[in-house]
């Protein structure tokens, strides 16, 4: 038995996914496939359009076995924690023979070779990094600067020094190196594919209508009427279109960042700008600029537009904004670092090949397994309690954005069966 | 030169407002009328209607010279707090003659005999208090129980023990016992008057059109447009109409608690039961029945619905909410009481008259007089910073019940200029 392990939002899943998922299936001979995906809230910052157990749905209907949960602290976390947490959580299955990532090289080579630099850091890359750094570059431009420096000396297998600009200008590809990374650094046996990511035309077997990003979908939903027409509707597969509407039509979606609005700004301005420190994220005084912001605007989007700059990016902003909301402090998130990241594996939804792949998992894997929360909030792990707790917690936030009042009372971690199909 | 005070939220200023202004000015032959007036918050533990400067503003149109503000922990506080701090601002001008307000009774002299034995609680009404809370009654009635025993032993002037039930079922009365309360424990040398309270059809030289009360005119205000018609219209003076539908127009109003619903939800969800305790009116378990319905319930009607009972009121949840919202805690609302309630003498209008007031009460006023908050920001009265700051994030919240983002900035306590007319 071969299984594929991917990690993914799918905010919403769309042509894109499900091109990525067949043709990572193909090349893997995979059996099975298990997806790590994020939970209410997502890595540019900001809310997942409709809720994990509606996406969860989405991602089994198109052909995915099993779905586990990426943890909310990690699922809002910038490339390098959100690539550790799902490949530890995909690793940690015990039963994961291939990860698939797409990436704009569609080549796994020179992407393994800069994240083996990266991995083992040998002394002249890191003196290289030093001095690039040294002259006024930021983190990034340094990072690339000095892979160029050592490949010229070193050389690397299946990269060349002048592809290295190239190659990390391209945000899937450094998504990829992440993974790479964190495969390296939990010397994993998982062997990792990519999948070349399109933006074509498609008529293939599995695959009527066009690709397009996530968020151009998104853009394209309909904010007052639950029927998806268009564009977006070109670029998802009909069981997508299906659940989207059925969750717009209950008034559970879309959510958006801008419903928290309100909440947001009156949480600042009652912070002071000492408290607002106290988050991952802000630093340089990025706390008073926050502040700054928060007093001067009317709404989030003025607030992100006026705090932004090309040092201080939009999501980078969003994120310190949904750590504020989700009280997700920078010690929580040391602590919870400091014991290697995600403490559980949770089970969001599975199909019948699913729950013979969740037998196997709990005989080989290594967190424990959570398929009913209400169950699990009193282990002997407080790091793992509290991780819980916090995803209870966004969740009990997450429904707020919700329109309709009917489904935005609180505890619907406990309370919301697992999805099966 | 006779002076006038008025104690009063305006919320808005209606045509009850208008005769009760007019009917005092002629009782107590005032050359100068003055108001202590709520700010953005008001009694029932609500936010106002419409902002403190436009509700000044309709103030000082109908014929009120000078509007201080009572400070936001009072003006949301219950009656006895409210009353004292209302009484206390009139009283430290050191101009004030007389105080008016509205009673069921129309009569100062049976609410003042019952004021006198509520101020200096004699020996047996103080036994009789405690044999009638023994038996189990709530305070209020036993405190009603208590007051009849006493007259019917001792007497009282003006006041005959059968009518203590008639005139303390009525709120009006109530309200103005504490402002006769206040006056005594002041030691103030204010004469209270009191103008029956009426709902007729008046045709009057000052008044044409209808008397409903402050609840019902809010009731019918518009919600999606700005002009006030039908029996709102009717129950207002002319430059009411005009300044809330300004207001209206500009999308800086009707502001309601429903506008806070999503801050006041994912504010409680995010506490513990013991931090909803440190809150003023949070006793007898109350943080847990509030922290339940939060969890269950996806607006705060429906939470204040859930969690009122007879014994638990509207108004004392609303309150709540309000203090947990403004985070006015127990413990500064006990700081301000311990330091004699106000600090100072905020002034959010006043016409020509009310400048000439103004030099009166610079010299024998007993609080300092703020005119431009900003220069007051750093006293050497850290009780008096502290409440001027509260006040200052009470805003800050309040203006995010606005519609419009324009005006949902931070900071307008210390940029708003003063009304003048």
């Known amino acids: 038995m071969r299984v594929l392990g991917i990690i993914a939002e799918y905010n919403p899943f769309h042509n894109g996914h499900l091109y990525h998922l067949k043709e990572s299936i193909a090349l893997t001979s995979a059996d099975y496939a298990v997806c790590a995906m994020s939970g209410n809230f997502v890595q540019r910052g900001e809310p997942a359009v409709i809720n994990k157990w509606a996406r969860a749905k989405m991602a089994l209907m198109a052909g995915i076995d099993l779905v586990v949960e990426i943890p909310v602290a990690y699922a809002t976390a910038s490339a390098e924690y959100f690539a550790h947490a799902g490949v530890k959580i995909l690793d940690s299955l015990g039963v994961v023979d291939n990860i698939s990532f797409g990436s704009e090289t569609g080549d796994i080579k020179p992407l393994d070779a800069i994240a083996e630099i990266l991995h083992h850091e040998p002394p002249s890359y890191k003196s290289a990094l030093k001095s690039c750094q040294d002259t006024g570059l930021s983190y990034p431009a340094a990072v690339q600067r000095a892979l160029g420096k050592y490949v010229e000396n070193h050389g690397a297998p299946g990269l060349r020094a002048p592809e290295i600009d190239q190659v990390m200008g391209c945000s899937n590809n450094i998504l990829g190196i992440e993974y790479l ?121 003025m607030l992100i537009e006026k705090a932004s700059t090309r040092r201080y990016t939009v999501t980078r902003l969003q994120r310190i904004l949904l750590y504020l909301l989700l009280n997700i402090t920078s010690r929580e998130f040391l602590e919870f670092n400091s014991h290697g990241g995600p403490q559980y594996i949770r089970v969001l939804g599975f199909n019948e090949k699913g729950a013979f792949l969740l037998s196997k998992i709990k005989k080989r894997g290594s967190l424990p397994i959570i398929i009913k929360v209400a169950g699990f909030t009193r282990t002997n792990n407080p790091v793992l309690n509290k991780m819980l707790e916090r995803e209870a917690f966004a969740t009990d936030i997450y429904v707020l954005g919700y329109k309709n009042p009917e489904y935005r009372y609180a505890g619907q971690e406990f309370t919301q069966n697992i999805i099966r199909i």
Chains 1, 2 share one sequence.
């Open 181 to 301: 990374k964190a495969l390296k650094r939990l010397k994993s046996n998982i062997t990792p594919v990519t999948i070349k990511r399109t933006a074509n035309l498609y008529t293939t077997e599995y695959l009527t209508g066009e690709i397009s990003s996530a968020t151009a979908i998104r853009k394209n939903l309909p904010k007052d009427s639950p029927l998806i027409t268009g564009d977006a509707r070109h670029s998802l597969p009909g069981s997508s279109i299906e659940i989207l509407e059925n969750e717009f039509s209950n008034g559970r979606g879309p959510v958006s960042l801008d419903r928290f609005s309100d909440t947001i700004l009156a949480l600042i301005r009652k912070m002071m700008p000492e408290e607002i420190k106290a988050f991952p994220g802000v630093t340089e005084g990025l706390e008073n600029r926050v502040k700054k912001a928060a007093e001067s605007c009317g709404t989030i989007d």
